[in-house]
């Protein structure tokens, strides 16, 4: 299938790995150039290199830090700069707080709080707010936002995570009213379980504690909390739905949240 997406431009946040490396990947094939926004220079280096060893696009480097307004604006700026990069089709705002604290978040401290919305939910304000614009408006502009399952389930220890993907979700269906005019589609994805890096580490442990091996381990809880796939995403799966968002095949989509959750937001827990 023709995507349509050759020669545009794309600026992910949280692009250095995981789930947002997979979608930089994902677009990258496609024959669009590159912009990688993080905090970590060497990782983000790192990916770059293997993306531009693998595709035929430009690739490049922001490091900012999506909770910090000052920080955002001088990476865009920067990033406005380069050569190939003055005008931007597609945004995807994937950064996010790793979920690595299993106590309960209802006694977090207010610090741990902040950061969680700061990121998540601020950050893609802000990263929409500086890139807008740079951004195109005939009628390739693309917002996608990278939200999550804890945005629309009860999902324990979700509470943080959970309320910043659920205002994320809000937000992104006020702005695609907002930028209509624009000509600039905006919709949100919402994983469910993923198999990032972090997110296999946690799975061995959880599996030696529990004497299972990992894929047993996996399909235990996957039927616990509902995903009747019975496993979880790989990070290309998410990737390719942000690429199919960001193409000209979607253009009459807008203002969407499309899980991307092997069937957990149908609720069959317990069956």
């Known amino acids: 299938m023709e995507l349509g997406i050759r020669g545009r431009t794309a600026l992910i946040t949280g692009a250095s790995q995981g789930i947002g490396l997979a979608i930089a990947s ?36 922001v490091v900012a830090d999506v909770a910090d307004t000052d920080s955002v604006q001088r990476g865009i ?4 700069a380069k050569a190939g990069f003055d005008e931007l089709n597609i945004l995807v705002h994937n950064a996010g707080v790793p979920a690595t604290r299993p106590d309960r978040p209802l006694i977090w401290e207010d610090a741990a709080w902040r950061e969680v919305v700061e990121v998540k939910t601020l950050g893609a304000l802000r990263i929409v707010r500086a ?13 996608i936002n990278v939200t999550g399952a804890t945005g629309v389930a009860v999902l324990k220890p979700g509470l943080l995570h959970g309320s910043a993907n659920a ?69 290309s799966e ?19 949240k499309i899980p991307v959750d092997g069937g957990l937001a149908l609720n069959t827990r317990g069956r």
Request: aromatic content about 4%; charged content about 25%; glycine content about 10%.
């Open 26 to 61: 994902g677009l990258a094939r496609e024959g669009v150039h590159i912009a990688l926004l993080g905090r970590n220079a060497d990782r983000l280096a790192e990916a770059a290199r293997s993306l531009g060893a693998e595709n035929d696009v430009l690739v490049e480097c």
């Open 77 to 80: 700026d920067a990033l406005a």
């Open 131 to 143: 890139a807008l614009p740079m951004m195109a408006k005939d009628g390739t502009g693309r917002i």
């Open 167 to 235: 205002a994320l979700l809000q937000a992104t269906g006020y702005l695609a009213a907002d930028l209509a005019e624009d000509r600039i589609n905006v919709n949100a994805i919402v994983p469910g379980l993923v198999g990032t890096e972090g997110r296999r580490l946690w799975l061995k442990g959880l599996a030696d504690t529990m004497g299972k091996t990992p894929d047993e381990m996996l399909a235990s809880f996957c039927k616990d909390i509902g995903i009747i796939t019975r496993r979880w995403a790989e990070t």
């Open 238 to 256: 998410v990737a390719d739905m942000v690429t199919f968002l960001a193409s000209d095949r979607a253009q009459y989509i807008n203002g969407a």
